[in-house]
């Protein structure tokens, strides 16, 4: 999560007698920013790194972790065996419209059913692509349709239905508002005779005009990307060959350990064996060598 210019403004704020201790998973997505800093700084070898390598008896017990080691590893996940109640769980499909109505399924009906979870707070659909049939955009469509089907009121703005109890997602930085990239709320309700939506961030309510909706989209389906830094109770993740161009294996790390409770793929096999293994993409920085180390 942590740029180049957000290190830059952290570094410039520290004042000279403090101590920086920065913790992180280096597995992960890199920042959406310019730059992948952490990778960078424990590359240089300028500073002493500790790496937390070993899973103890409690983690071990989760197939959640057990299959984020193995993905990291370039395994694949282990299936659980019939009949077993557990936390990790995958779905094969073969052709892409039946993994859409799977995954509504199993999203709206399924997870609600066996673990108890509310499908529109607690559940959580991460794709690797806002394009396609298991692309965010039309996964928010289909949700939207089952989940909030009926609203009492609704508006149409930049290609996107509002309604109250709607799910939706900030997509940019609004200090005026206070809210932020990534931010999670809900549709509380709709004020036609002030031209605006209202949203509830955590129980913060935030005004949006109706000509000012551009920045907020439906989040019932996210992309990974967009996911970073978050967790869910239970995450239901689409992995297909439609989505060769981004299938790799921290893209993979990262969307499964976004799940605290449950983590459901649903996708083609050989889809998930690209991303598993499938190397991270390199990006090319200078800082490696500006802080003394060499560069592969």
Same mark, same amino acid.
């Given at each position: ?6 290190? =830059? ?30 990778? *960078?700084? +424990? ?20 197939? +959640? ?32 419209? $039946? ?32 394009? !396609? ?25 930049? !290609? ?12 940019? =930085?609004?200090? *005026? ?5 990534? *931010? ?50 239970? $995450? ?51 800082? $490696? ?8």
């Amino acid at each position: 999560m942590l740029d180049v210019p957000l290190m =830059n403004a952290l570094l410039k704020a520290v004042p000279e007698h403090a101590g920086l201790l920065l913790v992180g998973d280096v597995d992960q997505l890199p920042s959406v920013g310019p730059g992948q800093v952490l990778a *960078d700084v +424990i590359a240089s070898g300028a500073v002493p790194v500790a790496r937390l390598t070993e899973v103890f008896r409690q983690a071990a017990e989760s197939r +959640i972790v057990v299959n984020a080691h193995r993905i990291n590893a370039g395994q694949m996940p282990e299936r659980p065996r019939p009949d077993e109640k557990i936390d990790f769980y995958m779905v094969e499909i073969d052709d892409l419209e $039946v993994g859409v109505v799977k995954l509504i399924e199993v999203a709206t009906r399924r997870i609600p059913r066996s673990f108890g979870l509310d499908p529109v707070k607690d559940v959580q659909v991460l794709t690797p692509m806002q394009r !396609g049939s298991l692309g965010a955009r039309n996964l928010n469509h289909e949700l939207q349709r089952v989940l909030n089907p009926n609203p009492p009121q609704q508006i149409e703005r930049f !290609g996107w239905r509002f309604a109250p109890s709607d799910r939706v997602m900030e997509t940019q =930085n609004d200090y *005026d508002r206070e809210v932020f990239n990534g *931010d999670l709320g809900m549709v509380a309700r709709i004020d036609e005779e002030e031209g605006a939506v209202i949203v509830s961030f955590e129980g913060r309510e935030v005004i949006y005009p109706f000509g000012e909706l551009d920045t907020l989209v439906p989040a019932f389906a996210t992309t990974i990307h967009k996911s970073q830094g978050s967790e869910y109770p239970a $995450v239901v993740i689409p992995i297909v060959t439609q989505h060769f161009t981004m299938l790799a294996r921290n893209l993979l790390y990262t969307a499964v350990t976004r799940g605290k409770r449950l983590v459901v793929l649903i996708g083609q096999r050989k889809a998930v064996g690209m991303a598993v293994r499938g190397g991270s993409r390199r990006r090319y920085t200078k800082l $490696v060598e500006w802080l003394g180390g060499t560069t592969a």
